[in-house]
């Protein structure tokens, strides 16, 4: 079994910075793919960025300039630091990162999702 717990996220002001975090833990064998990803209301869940095992990044031109997601593979974590927040980056963030078990079989999995609110 394998399970995502997000942190970080919160009520900010415009122009303000926000750090989240997502663990995985588990019978883990190894990650291939981390990303991030975010639903505002009334709006599809879009993808905000991700990070190739390699660390390889790639960004939605939104948010290009202000975002930067990282991992740590020792400790199975992603994080995406969020500068310059704007009005318009108000969602709820989930991360999801693709797993190969101890059992060999490979899924994608989902955190349990974290508000950003930026207003003033």
């Known amino acids: 079994q394998v399970q995502l717990v997000e942190s970080g996220g919160g009520l900010v002001q415009p122009g303000g910075s926000l750090r989240l975090s997502c663990a995985a833990s588990?019978?883990?064998?190894?990650?291939?793919?981390m990303a991030w990803y975010r639903q505002a209301p009334g709006k599809e869940r879009e993808l905000v960025a991700d990070?190739?095992?390699?660390?390889?990044?790639k960004y939605a031109d939104s948010v290009k300039g202000r975002f930067t997601i990282s991992r740590d593979n020792a400790k199975n974590t992603v994080y995406l630091q969020m500068n310059s927040l704007k009005p318009e980056d108000t969602a709820v963030y989930y991360c999801?990162?693709?797993?190969?078990?101890?059992?060999?079989?490979?899924?994608?999995?989902w955190g349990q999702g974290t508000q950003v609110t930026v207003s003033s």
């Open positions: 990070i190739t095992s390699g660390g390889s990044t």
């Open positions: 588990g019978s883990i064998l190894s990650i291939n793919r």
């Open positions: 999801n990162q693709r797993i190969t078990t101890r059992q060999l079989v490979i899924s994608d999995y």
